[in-house]
């Protein structure tokens, strides 16, 4: 089946996390409690068998039901700034439901015909917002503020898989992340067999190698039948409950209907329409800096608008950091004291940031559960998924 690849760029880019998956798009994985204590018996399989069993999985129409929850560790001042993890209500431009999709637990009724034609609908009490992929055309809708995002691009066309298409929120989308992101940093193996959304499963566990990463492991749900990654899971190394979970808490493998895909704009409903063209196909490096800038206060350190933001890669695997020379001209200690920094600002930053400093000079670690980052004195950002005592020791070294 064809696809608009303007179009999927944009469908992609439209996924769940966010934030995070701006910084940390190949080790973010979600997960849930969904599997029955004691799973089925089945047939042995290799590690090798199964990441083929992935590969070779070409499901091209689903539906169903999933549950999506993150828990970053953010204090509550943060989680009131990401919007309490409610995704109703304000623009139904996709790109600004990303930080409040960070956040919290949210509901999800999938669906897919193929890479034309997907529906992503999240529910927030009797609010919700829908993504819609049909052709050419990409909706966003939101039933609280009565809102319509519109873009529609005529391009060259590219066979994807449905896999790929649904805007990286979906289990399938994740577990492709993360095996590609595995490498030789990365132990995998196969661990206790499950149930998940009524269907059998095998699981693949995935284990750093290197030490100083915030994962633990990565647990992947791979249908017995057809290979579709049912859920994925991921652990901190730290212990306690899952950071983040997606899985199918029910699921179906028949065509939907025509009409599910279908969609006009309510009478009275504001409509914008998006861009198109360069200006709507953003680059990793932009999506990384844009990450960043949403976290109140940190715009002025991401580049400020400055055309600048330099980003080196340090280390590997999971041990990986991102090193953003923003250019910005501004540090910790004038965004502290700019009488035009907003309050929020300056809480946010008081609440999250803890004073370092080392070889690099000083500056604040903001720690969530995955991510950290170091924000220097001289304008310069370090992030990735790895411990602060990590972060601090790589930015002392970096060259």
């Not at 409950?241 to 006009?264: E, H, L, S, V, W």
């Not at 709507?280 to 991401?302: V, W, Y």
């Amino acid at each position: 089946m064809a696809a608009n690849t303007k179009t999927s760029r944009k469908v992609a880019r439209y996924g769940v996390p966010v934030a995070v998956a701006g910084v940390a798009a190949a080790t973010i994985a979600m997960v849930p409690a969904f599997a029955n204590a004691a799973g089925p018996d089945l047939p042995k399989v290799t590690a090798q068998e199964l990441i083929a069993k992935i590969a070779a999985s070409d499901v091209q129409q689903l539906s169903g039901t999933a549950k999506i929850s993150t828990d970053l560790g953010l204090p509550k001042l943060a989680t009131g700034l990401l919007g309490g993890g409610g995704v109703a209500g304000g623009s139904a431009n996709p790109e600004d439901k990303v930080a409040q999709l960070a956040n919290g637990t949210h509901t999800v009724r999938v669906a897919a015909d193929g890479p034309d034609r997907q529906k992503l609908t999240f529910l927030d009490g009797k609010d919700e917002y829908s993504l819609i992929h049909n052709g050419n055309d990409v909706w966003g809708y939101d039933s609280q503020s009565n809102e319509v995002f519109h873009e529609k691009n005529a391009g060259e066309a590219k066979e994807h898989k449905t896999g790929d298409r649904l805007g990286g929120v979906s289990p399938q989308q994740l577990a492709q992340d993360v095996l590609k992101a595995a490498g030789t940093t990365t132990d995998i193996s196969v661990g206790d067999t499950a149930q998940v959304a009524g269907r059998d499963a095998y699981q693949l566990v995935l284990k750093p190698k290197q030490t100083g990463s915030t994962v633990g492991s990565v647990k992947i749900a791979v249908d017995a039948k057809n290979g579709v990654p049912l859920r994925v899971q991921l652990l901190s190394a730290q212990g306690g409950k899952p950071i983040a979970d997606a899985g199918f808490t029910q699921i179906d493998f028949t065509k939907p209907a025509a009409g599910t895909f279908a969609f006009t704009p309510p009478k009275g409903a504001k409509l914008t329409e998006g861009t198109d063209g360069p200006a709507a196909g953003k680059d990793a490096h932009d999506k990384g800096l844009k990450a960043l800038e949403s976290f109140p206060g940190l715009g002025q350190l991401a580049g400020g608008g400055n055309g600048k933001g330099d980003v080196k890669v340090l280390g590997e695997g999971w041990a990986t950091v991102a090193r953003i020379d923003t250019g910005a001209g501004t540090n910790l200690k004038d965004l502290e004291n700019d009488k035009n920094t907003p309050k929020e600002a300056k809480q946010f930053l008081n609440s999250l940031g803890e004073k370092v400093s080392g070889s690099f000079g000083e500056g604040r670690v903001l720690s969530t559960r995955l991510v950290n980052a170091l924000i220097t004195d001289d304008g310069k950002v370090y992030v990735g998924a790895v411990t602060k005592d990590q972060l601090v020791k790589t930015a002392d070294t970096a060259k």
